[in-house]
């Protein structure tokens, strides 16, 4: 039973257009909500992370928006760049202790120049 | 920048040999753990760690085996390698009350 649901599985967008993935979870106690940036050859890096407490969080040109009701997370890019092409992780975990990170599948997005 | 280092980060051996993945951290977290993923594709947990001698099996059955001897150093050890194992092998580090992963850059392993 996958916990994190993650769309699209690719997408293609075109410079400077807005890249928007989504995820959802199922475990109403995760508290953790992370998303990673992989570029290939690479090992995944933090890109930017909410808790929630906050429905946004913005970090330049990447930002979370969290729907606690719902249960769903989505990354959005704005004025999407050719070297924003990696795959993207969304995870889930609830903060602290022992509990592991658990990863969607990834999204590959590809920006066309 | 994470200080986390894996060697060798290219590996290709014949089927049978006997291989250690090295993963070494310096940033003193407690926590560890190895990823198996193919290019591009989802991560799978196969072992972690939380402190020195404490070992646990991930989601993804492996047929690998690790040791936490050190807090700084958690090696993957594969006895006898198939082509199956053919993948890139991901170790990542948190520390201990927080769950941020930091990944290092990961070994490319082709079994022949």
């Known amino acids: 039973q996958q916990q994190v649901k993650q769309s699209p599985q690719s997408l293609i967008v075109q410079k400077g257009g807005i890249s928007i993935i989504n995820c959802a979870y199922e475990n109403t106690a995760f508290d953790y909500f992370p998303w990673y940036q992989q570029f290939p050859g690479k090992g995944p890096a933090l890109l930017i992370a909410?808790?929630?407490?906050?429905s946004e969080k913005k970090e330049g040109r990447f930002t979370i928006s969290f729907n606690k009701s719902a249960k769903q997370f989505s990354l959005h890019i704005m004025d999407s760049q050719p070297g924003d092409s990696a795959t993207y992780f969304c995870?889930?975990?609830?903060?602290?202790?022992?509990?592991?990170?658990?990863f969607g599948k990834g999204t590959k997005l590809t920006v066309n120049p | 920048e994470a200080d986390i280092y894996q060697t060798p980060r290219y590996l290709v051996i014949g089927t049978g040999k006997k291989i250690t993945l090295e993963c070494s951290q310096t940033m003193g977290h407690d926590k560890m753990y190895w990823y198996q993923q193919d290019p591009g594709m989802e991560l799978h947990l196969i072992h972690y760690s939380y402190g020195v001698n404490s070992t646990e099996k991930g989601d993804l059955s492996s047929e690998s085996t690790v040791s936490r001897i050190r807090t700084e150093h958690f090696p993957l050890t594969l006895e006898s390698a198939r082509p199956s194992h053919t993948s890139q092998y991901l170790c990542?580090?948190?520390?201990?009350?927080?769950?941020?992963?930091?990944f290092g850059p990961g070994t490319r392993l082709t079994v022949l």
């Open positions: 990542a580090s948190s520390p201990k009350n927080l769950n941020e992963q930091f």
């Open positions: 995870a889930a975990s609830i903060q602290g202790g022992s509990e592991k990170l658990v």
């Open positions: 909410i808790r929630p407490d906050v």
